[in-house]
């Protein structure tokens, strides 16, 4: 491949050729390079030839795994960018590849791409602009800080999956309520930090217990009430977490005093942990679980407000539901209610879809045939499909409506087994992603917002 000596280079490794090519058309575009290798030992050769910005590998492969790759890349080429590509059940690799600061990033496969995109984008413009400028060293600090309780926050929610992007939802509503408070800079620093690693000491506690499907034992809950206190344990040793420390271990005191792990009560209770206590509480309800679907917003708030003054701080409620109400007040001005076209889909997996997208939002509407679903195409914005209906191709049938309706976003959803027949079937239906069984309900809620997000952009872009 001829390169542009201006332009950085990414090195993609995996021994799987299609991952290699499905990547490669991710990044295909022309603000950087792309070279692929199929095995550690064809990335080093590359490296050892020419400077690479950055390297994307995929941790299993034979013969050299993917941190072994990384930390030979390491010690050799300090100043390329890392990122780390695994399965969703390789939690202790992430945590060992965080720790020894083997790499930047890491994605879990099948990646989001445009996630995948950001980051690199993000991670070349700091690579460059690290190289023009030389920022202050606190600021370098307090970044550095702030990504590895990030990166830590993240490999806790890879532990825990049915709460993605639950730490950051939590740290957002705990920041508007600090800063409607007026409080100081310093204390929402502290705050942001404690409420990305207020679950962190749920590391110490059985996967099995935290995946479990339906109500806990006596047991099984004194184990998972064990995490305030080991996430204290682990940050109190750090000196920029330790007053976040704090607010770690108070985050399931009560205001009654019947919380844990101190009984603390009412203003023994720091600020901080009663405000990460509603914004952790509201987040839980309104987020799906494995053993139950979403509540709604009211019922949500109804909630707090009826555990105002004996779980929560009363004033701290008054001013949250008060935050929620201006919002939802705003959001109905352009209030979309979106409406999934599920084609051939079965009842399980309908099931499954239902439990991962909140009612509130999401309207599903199946259908069996392809003659069904194109009588319904003007009032959908989106159609999940499988590959097979009784009346023709999922496939041809996307690619139909990529000509007639291109507005509505297609995915289409595909067993394992037709992996193989994936290229082609992306190429000409013009997907915006596909799913693969089993379904996780916090990737496909994260997989359908970012379509909706995709689409907003593209309009407004005139795309
Ligand atoms: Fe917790």
Redesign the pocket.
């Known amino acids: 491949m001829e390169l542009d000596n201006q332009r950085p280079v990414i090195l993609l490794v995996d021994d799987e050729e299609m991952v290699l090519n499905a990547l490669s058309r991710v990044l295909a575009n022309s603000e950087w390079d792309v070279l692929v290798a199929d095995s550690g030992a064809q990335a080093l050769e590359i490296m050892a030839r020419r400077p690479i910005a950055l390297i994307i590998s995929d941790q299993r492969m034979p013969e050299m795994n993917g941190l072994e790759l990384l930390n030979a890349v390491k010690k050799e080429y300090p100043d390329t960018v890392r990122i780390i590509m695994t399965g969703y059940a390789e939690m202790d690799v992430v945590v060992k590849a965080i720790n020894q600061g083997e790499v930047y990033r890491f994605f879990t496969k099948p990646w989001n791409s445009s996630e995948l995109l950001e980051t690199i984008r993000e991670v070349l413009q700091k690579q460059s602009e690290s190289y023009g400028r030389i920022s202050s060293y606190s600021d370098q600090l307090a970044r550095a800080n702030l990504e590895t309780v990030m990166a830590l926050a993240e490999a806790i929610e890879l532990k825990d999956h049915y709460t993605k992007g639950h730490c950051s939802r939590v740290r957002d509503y705990s920041l508007r309520m600090a800063m409607a408070l007026n409080l100081s800079e310093d204390f929402c620093r502290d705050l942001v930090y404690a409420s990305l690693l ?2 962190c000491g749920k590391i110490g506690v059985s996967e099995t217990i935290l995946n479990i499907n339906g109500p806990l034992n006596d047991e099984q809950y004194r184990e998972v009430q064990r ?2 206190v080991l996430g204290f344990e682990i940050t109190c040793k750090i000196d920029y977490l330790r007053p976040a420390s704090i607010i770690i271990r108070q ?2 005191e009560r205001w009654d005093g019947a919380g844990y792990p101190d009984h603390l009560q009412a203003l023994e209770i720091s600020l901080g942990a009663r405000i990460v206590a509603v914004a ?1 509480s509201f987040d839980a309800m309104t987020s799906s679980r494995p053993y139950r679907r979403a509540f709604d917003f009211k019922y949500a708030i109804q909630e707090l407000l009826d555990n105002r003054g004996s779980q929560f701080d009363p004033e701290l409620v008054d001013l949250f539901v008060s935050l929620l109400e201006q919002e939802v007040k705003e959001s109905e001005k352009f209030k979309d209610h979106l409406r999934l076209l599920l084609v051939g889909v079965t009842p399980e997996k309908i099931a499954e879809l239902e439990n991962s997208l909140p009612a509130a939002r999401y309207e599903l509407i199946a259908v069996d045939s392809l003659a069904q679903a194109r009588a319904r195409l003007d009032e959908v914005d989106m159609i999940i499909c499988v590959l097979q209906l009784v009346d023709g191709e999922g496939a041809a049938f996307l690619a139909d409506c990529r000509q007639l309706h291109p507005q509505i976003i297609r995915i289409m959803l595909i067993e394992r087994q037709d992996m193989e027949n994936l290229a082609e079937t992306v190429n000409n239906a013009g997907l915006y992603a596909f799913m693969i069984r089993p379904l996780r309900p916090a990737e496909v809620q994260a997989l359908v917002e970012n379509a909706f997000e995709w689409r907003r952009m593209a309009q407004a872009l005139h795309l």
């Open positions: 207020h679950d995490h305030p985050h399931h952790d």
